[in-house]
T-cell receptor, first 115, second 111 residues
């Protein structure tokens, strides 16, 4: 069964460093998402992406964050200058079409630890 | 602003019991609702999706119902097993891209 994959599974970085989290969505999916979950808290939406542009972003997704689909398979989240409060599990998700009933499928997550 | 609440926050039951997990949302104008399972330190596995026009969905021992007008969904787990132990999350999608998640119900089923 097709699945969303994410790398790395765990990333440790120092405050102020740039990190890139990578995702490979399901191959025929058109819509891509990033969510995050701070330990013990709710899963929160960050951004959605369609047709090579951001379709929606939350107030969390400030200028320190960017997303890119550099080729036909990868979808990346970049945090330009990490802060301690960016430590969280980051989930990538994809769905086949926005205006269809189909689910969002989530990857296993990347645990980001900022020290 | 849509808010999603799940009760109970935690549940511990012996194997074999039938369970009901509750999810409520404040804005009834939803597009769909998904139930997920999350194992500790792991990703989210989609269990069931209910469209706004549907009343329920079933998959194996799982049955999810939706009462949009009252802002409620329930996840019914029949004949629970220790392997069902996990956190169960509900998430609603309104007329935008994003899913809004509840805080989850942490379920433990003991032998």
């Amino acid at each position: 069964e097709p699945e969303v994959t994410q790398t790395p599974s765990h990333q440790v970085t120092q405050m102020g460093q740039e990190v890139i989290l990578r995702c490979v969505p399901i191959s025929n999916h058109l819509y891509f998402y990033w969510y995050r979950q701070i330990l013990g808290q709710k899963v929160e939406f960050l951004v959605s992406f369609y047709n090579n542009e951001i379709s929606e972003k939350s107030e969390i997704f400030d200028d320190q964050f960017s997303v890119e689909r550099p080729d036909g398979s990868n979808f990346t989240l970049k945090i330009r200058s990490t802060k301690l409060e960016d430590s969280a599990m980051y989930f990538c998700a994809s769905s086949e079409a926005l205006n269809s009933p189909l689910e969002q499928y989530f990857g296993p997550g990347t645990r980001l630890t900022v020290t | 602003k849509q808010e999603v609440t799940q009760i109970p926050a935690a549940l511990s039951v012996p194997e074999g019991e039938n369970l009901v997990l509750n999810c409520s949302f404040t804005d009834s104008a939803i597009y769909n609702l998904q139930w997920f399972r999350q194992d500790p330190g792991k990703g989210l596995t989609s269990l069931l999706l209910i469209q706004s026009s549907q009343r329920e969905q079933t998959s194996g021992r799982l049955n999810a119902s939706l009462d949009k007008s009252s802002g409620r969904s329930t996840l019914y787990i029949a004949a629970s097993q220790p392997g069902d132990s996990a956190t169960y999350l509900c998430a609603v999608r309104s007329n935008t891209d994003k899913l809004i998640f509840g805080t989850g119900t942490r379920l433990q089923v003991f032998p």
